[in-house]
């Protein structure tokens, strides 16, 4: 593979809402690293689930901004 290529080739960013799919040959052509560098979250995501309680939901938040 060149060099060029693979900069070039652009990985689909991910949909919010939507399942999001990859066929294994094109993560292959990406390289694993770079498809999950493009592809993970960064920051953490803080949001309120109603079936929680608030306790559940503030114990979930911390462990999502400690990356567990």
Do not use: C, H
């Not at 990985?11 to 399942?19: D, E, V």
């Not at 694993?32 to 920051?43: C, G, I, K, S, Y």
Request: overall charge negative; glycine content about 6%; hydrophobic content about 45%.
């Amino acid at each position: 593979m060149k060099v060029d290529q693979e900069i070039t080739d652009v990985i689909p960013a991910m949909k919010r809402g939507k399942i999001n799919s990859y066929r294994p040959e094109d993560i292959r052509r990406w390289g694993v690293a770079r498809f999950l560098q493009a592809t993970t979250v960064d920051e953490p995501f803080f949001g309120v689930f109603p079936e929680f309680t608030e306790a559940e939901n503030k114990a979930m938040d911390a462990l999502l901004a400690e990356g567990v």
